[in-house]
């Protein structure tokens, strides 16, 4: 079983930044990519942004252009995702996962976190 846990989340201004961790501890498999997914209020969850061991990343790109940067360290098991820029939309409860493809698909994703809350104000 892999046991992934979110860090970083909080309030921030409109126009601020946050930086977003994840650790991935138990059966970990290095070949797994880890992707970040959001949940505003109301709405479905959506792709954020996905990266595998080799470093390629998807984003998406109505979210993520020009704003966020996803990183992983794969010694550490750990996956960030750097926010910039944040805007009121950008609140959501800001979900950590890990699967064997890189997809934004969320069926495709096994693992997930509890989630860290954003919140961000205007």
């Known amino acids: 079983q892999v046991q992934l846990v979110e860090s970083g989340g909080g309030l921030v201004q409109a126009g601020g930044s946050l930086r977003l961790s994840c650790a991935a501890s138990?059966?970990?498999?290095?070949?797994?990519?880890m992707g970040w997914f959001r949940q505003a209020p109301g709405k479905e969850r959506e792709f954020v942004a996905t990266?595998?061991?080799?470093?390629?990343?998807?984003y998406n790109t109505d979210i993520a252009k020009g704003r966020f940067t996803i990183s992983r360290d794969n010694a550490k098991n750990t996956v960030a995702l750097q926010m910039h820029n944040l805007n009121p939309e950008d609140t959501a409860i800001y979900y950590c996962?890990?699967?064997?493809?890189?997809?934004?698909?969320?069926?495709?994703?096994?693992?997930w976190g509890q989630g860290t809350q954003v919140t961000v104000s205007s």
């Open positions: 996962a890990a699967g064997p493809k890189l997809v934004g698909a969320q069926s495709q994703y096994d693992y």
């Open positions: 990266i595998n061991k080799w470093f390629s990343v998807i």
């Open positions: 138990g059966r970990t498999n290095s070949n797994y990519v």
